[in-house]
């Protein structure tokens, strides 16, 4: 009995230090929260509604204009960063103010979606009284919706008139347009110019974020052979192309497939006597006959990594095994730089620990760091060279990138009180 009592009193306890240690603006700033859920899923259900696929550039403008008008009623300043008509994107939306207080934060977020117009999917739609569907309700106009939610609560109460704050939502993250040197030059430099970028990816539930994410990269493999009777082969012939890039395939696996947050996936493999592929369009034909010892193969594949020591180790093993080639074969392997990664740093494990800090004060529990090899590459990435790093805060759900994606909207307030207290304590 007396066991139990202290139990009770050390929960009773435990609660009533986490509530004081939120302050009377912040208890208000929840109030605020919940009472402005109603016109936060209204704005969510309209940009869900208006397909932003990558290549839908007319989506991608209007999902922009739509957030563009919410920023601008919160006295923000918003540009449209243009692309030029060669890289067949949309641009990016910025949205900016300056003041002398606090950090100097950097809100990342992306206006397009993997959807499409010509591909299956679905409008915003309830489908219990916690879950809604649509395309890119999680991935990622939740997360964009709840950035603007945040600030106009702020804004409402008058606490972000001294702040730094700059909103970037690219018109691309799904599918970078290259080169990166015009899709991402303002965007890393804008970052440069700040001290915490926050970004609002898909968050795995309330108590996992990332401060760190993989980086990813392409590679080939490309061989050629001996053309010849198909009688020949291991013999005078040679192994042919085929039997090379298979061998060079495998001896990938074999031997870098145990490091630890290292991959690499073949995705196109063909071989034959005329092959043809587009990198581009990942895509590729070959013309063969049985008893032709094929004399060309080409592998495209992914890389992903964790540091860029671990790219730059990983590259020159995958060398090393390309160079031994089978007789009558020679093989030669490239490599793509794509999206760096975002490692593991001590300033982004300083943050976790203040988001730790609100999350327990609101009664949410504790929040860890996440898996890097669970996530990704994503435009944070970019800039984590330049400023600490915290990504994971967007809206929970599940299947993202498919038919059918799933928001979490009991969770949906939770997350929104979360950032809104982390931006503040930041801003102060």
């Known amino acids: 009995m007396k066991k139990q009592l202290y139990t009770v009193i050390f929960l009773i306890i435990a609660y009533t230090g986490n509530t004081q240690t939120l302050s009377k603006t912040e208890q208000q700033l929840l109030k605020s929260i919940d009472a402005s859920m109603p016109a936060t899923i209204a704005l969510l259900k309209e940009s869900v509604n208006t397909n932003s696929g990558t290549f839908n550039?007319?989506?991608?403008?209007?999902?922009?204009?739509?957030?563009?008008?919410?920023?601008t009623a919160l006295g923000f300043t918003?540009?449209?960063?243009?692309?030029p008509d060669s890289v067949k994107r949309a641009g990016h939306l910025v949205a900016h103010r300056i003041g002398k207080k606090g950090k100097k934060l950097f809100l990342i977020g992306h206006l397009d979606t993997v959807f499409e117009p010509d591909m299956p999917a679905n409008l915003f739609t309830m489908v219990t009284d916690s879950t809604a569907t649509g395309q890119g309700v999680n991935d990622m106009k939740g997360g964009d919706v709840l950035v603007i939610a945040a600030l106009k609560v702020l804004q409402n109460k008058?606490?972000?008139?001294?702040?730094?704050?700059?909103?970037?939502?690219?018109?691309?993250?799904?599918?970078?347009?290259?080169?990166?040197?015009?899709?991402?030059?303002?965007?890393?430099?804008?970052?440069?110019?700040?001290?915490?970028?926050?970004?609002?990816?898909?968050?795995?539930?309330?108590?996992?974020?990332?401060?760190?994410?993989?980086g990813a990269s392409e590679w080939r493999v490309e061989v050629e052979a001996?053309?010849?009777?198909?009688s020949g082969i291991f013999g005078a012939a040679g192994y042919g192309a085929v039997y090379e890039a298979a061998r060079i395939i495998n001896e990938f696996r074999e031997?870098?497939?145990?490091?630890?947050?290292?991959?690499?996936?073949?995705?196109?493999?063909?071989?034959?006597s005329d092959v043809q592929y587009d990198v581009a369009g990942q895509k590729g034909t070959t013309v063969a006959k049985t008893n032709i010892v094929s004399p060309k193969a080409v592998v495209i594949g992914d890389l992903r990594f964790l540091t860029e020591e671990q790219k730059e180790k990983a590259r020159?093993?995958?060398?090393?095994?390309?160079?031994?080639?089978?007789?009558?074969?020679?093989?030669?392997?490239?490599?793509?730089?794509?999206?760096?990664?975002?490692p593991p740093t001590a300033g982004n494990e300083a943050l976790v620990k203040q988001l730790n800090g609100i999350s327990v004060a609101l009664n949410y529990g504790p929040v860890n760091a996440g898996n890097p090899g669970a996530r990704g590459a994503g435009d944070i990435s970019y800039v984590a060279n330049y400023l600490d790093c915290l990504d994971g805060l967007g809206a929970s759900g599940k299947g993202a990138h498919a038919p059918?994606?799933?928001?979490?909207?009991?969770?949906?307030?939770?997350?929104?009180?979360?950032?809104?207290?982390?931006?503040?304590?930041?801003?102060?």
Do not use: C
Request: hydrophobic share 40%.
């Open 57 to 71: 550039k007319e989506g991608v403008q209007k999902v922009g204009a739509l957030y563009a008008k919410e920023l």
């Open 78 to 83: 918003v540009e449209w960063i243009p692309m």
């Open 158 to 214: 008058g606490l972000l008139n001294d702040a730094t704050i700059t909103v970037y939502f690219t018109g691309d993250e799904e599918n970078a347009a290259e080169p990166r040197v015009i899709s991402r030059g303002d965007f890393i430099e804008r970052a440069k110019q700040h001290d915490i970028a926050l970004a609002f990816e898909g968050a795995v539930g309330l108590n996992t974020v990332a401060i760190a994410r993989r």
């Open 226 to 230: 001996k053309q010849a009777h198909s």
């Open 255 to 272: 031997q870098l497939s145990k490091e630890e947050y290292l991959t690499f996936n073949p995705a196109l493999f063909i071989g034959g």
């Open 316 to 342: 020159e093993n995958m060398r090393q095994i390309v160079a031994k080639n089978l007789p009558e074969t020679r093989a030669t392997i490239s490599f793509m730089d794509g999206i760096p990664s975002m």
């Open 404 to 428: 059918g994606e799933i928001i979490n909207l009991y969770e949906y307030p939770k997350l929104i009180k979360r950032t809104t207290l982390l931006i503040y304590r930041l801003t102060r």
